[in-house]
């Protein structure tokens, strides 16, 4: 595709239009959703340029993807192209979603293990991976496998950071210190990305935290398997890392209110047990972190779920929310008032 190289297009947190950048739009996951996508970008004041692709606004913005730009969604080639060309003209920035990673995860074969992936083709790996599979052909599908690859799980942009789903110091520091990774990418060949799909490696462990956050597994606390958002088993829940203010267990889990056990009964009370063990994973930084990943639902008692330096971006824009957009213009505080959501929606 025309324009600079990728890799390079993400170190420009500055000079775009040669002015400095003063402000950015945070962008949830889209996961294929094209019309919200296209209704988000013009309802802040994106514009398409006289080329007919590149998305422009005022000197001094960019935008900020937080990845999982795939899966579910209708319009997998459309929400690729808008956001790459973005990316190449230097107007957008991007990290790793979890579903990118499980992509290339998903396409790369397990050299441990003849005739296998490293992200194994089971049913539920297939099903939740469908749109991007049968509405790209194997070569397009090919080609953006190469561009995931050399995207950033994280950003530091000095007064703000941004990640898919977990920022996570220890984690970060690992990646950065690990011989065969360096910093916040994948380096060339295969290593990295084997040893991030193997279970117990350090890389493995410092992937997940960030691309799919903490999780805490509920025996320990005497609590019952639940079925998540697509049906599935699970015995872990997402941690609410962000509340670092959390005293007890049930300030920690991430749990929907209609969730239930496996059998379907509702799911039972959290007891008001000590979290000690669990806040490890709590941010207490003084610089703002934006994320995706977590599902919020746009709604009086979710929508309130964030911060003074801590804000999710994905209201479920896969899932019939909104496609939501955090306005920073330099505040120190995460300010509610920003968050701009398409459809519009009352906050």
Known sequence: MPGIEPALAQLLTVAWQGRPVRSYDIIGDIHGNGPKLDGLLEALGWTIGSDGHHQHHKPGRQAVFVGDLI?????????LHTVRRMVDAGTALIVMGNHEFNAIAYATPDP??????LRKHTP????????????????????WIDWFRTLPLWLDLGDLRVVHACWHERSIECLKKEKAFGGNRFPDGIDAIVNASAKGHPVYEAVEVVLKGPEIELAGYGLPDFLDKGGDRRSAARARWWNADAKEIGDLIDLPHNTTTPDGSPYPVVPPTACDADLSYAYAGSI???????WRQWAPTEHLDFTARTACVDFSAGKGGPLVAYR???EAEVNPCHFVAYPAVAP
Not at 112 to 117: D, K, L, Q, T
Not at 127 to 139: G, N, S, V, W
Not at 288 to 294: C, D, E, K, N, P
Request: charged share 35%; no cysteine.
């Open 71 to 79: 899966d579910r969604g209708d319009h997998q080639r459309h929400v």
């Open 328 to 330: 920073w213009r330099g």
């Open 124 to 143: 539920k790996n297939e099903r939740q991976h469908h749109e991007f599979l049968t509405q790209l052909d194997p070569d397009e599908r090919a080609s």
């Open 112 to 117: 441990r293990e003849p005739g296998e992936y």
């Open 288 to 294: 703002a972190v934006f994320y995706g990943h977590h």
